[in-house]
């Protein structure tokens, strides 16, 4: 079974500086991988999706992530922190099981922004 | 196009109750899932139906239990409520279910054991 781990449970920046969550993933096989955002109080949002097709993924917001598979890593970066972008971040990875595909989530990394 | 709708937004029940949960998908979405997000122990995955057929399941005891209906909405039934199943429910959908499909969510329903 696939899983997903992801380093720090809480991270503090600075308005303005860089954003670096890191996600790695166990799988055999070539994953699609995935950033979601939770603000609170709300369901998932997708940042990113992972599926093969290049390596350097952009996503909404400003966000983007680079999938290494030598690493196993799909880390989301941005360049410079907004306020807005406190939340909470959810690497995913899918799994496929006995009857179809199924979504695995990290832990989940709480970004806090400070002013 | 409408989002994932889930009703209600906040429950509040007793331990030994049952409660069902209701999401509508995103329209000709297909794939209906189900997660409970916790905060000791994340978001896990419930089961996840297709076309009114349960297709995946999670970790989870029989007192959870699902089904979808042809037009794609979903529910979700809790039996005998426990004071550990006070969670985040949250239900999403996605076109046809396979991986490199990405899930959209609503916003949840709190449950709340008292």
């Known amino acids: 079974a696939q899983s997903v781990t992801q380093l720090g449970s809480h991270v503090s920046v600075s308005e303005g500086a860089l954003v670096l969550l890191r996600c790695n993933y166990s799988?055999?096989?070539?994953?699609?991988l995935f950033w979601y955002v939770q603000y609170p109080n709300q369901g998932l949002q997708l940042l990113l999706k992972?599926?093969?097709?290049?390596?350097l993924v952009k996503g909404i917001n400003g966000f983007e992530a680079e999938f290494k598979k030598s690493e196993t890593s799909f880390h989301l970066t941005k360049p410079s922190a907004h306020m807005s972008d406190a939340a909470e971040y959810f690497c995913?990875?899918?799994?496929?099981?006995?009857?179809?595909?199924?979504?695995?989530f990290g832990a989940g990394t709480r970004l806090f922004v400070k002013a | 196009k409408a989002g994932v709708t889930q009703t209600p937004r906040y429950l509040i029940k007793t331990r030994g109750q049952q409660v069902t949960l209701s999401c509508s998908p995103i329209?000709?979405?297909?794939?209906v899932s189900w997660y409970q997000q916790t905060p000791g122990q994340g978001l896990q995955f419930l089961f996840e139906?297709?076309?009114?057929?349960?297709?995946n399941k999670g970790n989870f005891p029989g007192r959870f239990s699902g089904r979808q209906f042809s037009n794609s909405r979903s529910e979700m039934n809790v039996s005998t409520l426990e004071l550990g199943d006070s969670a985040l429910y949250l239900c999403?959908?996605?076109?046809?279910?396979?991986?490199?499909?990405?899930?959209?969510f609503g916003d949840g329903t709190r449950l709340s054991i008292l």
């Open positions: 799988s055999s096989v070539p994953p699609y």
């Open positions: 992972y599926t093969s097709a290049a390596t």
């Open positions: 995913a990875v899918s799994d496929r099981g006995t009857g179809g595909f199924k979504t695995i």
């Open positions: 139906y297709f076309s009114e057929t349960q297709r």
């Open positions: 329209s000709g979405h297909r794939s």
């Open positions: 999403a959908s996605s076109a046809s279910g396979t991986g490199n499909q990405p899930q959209h």
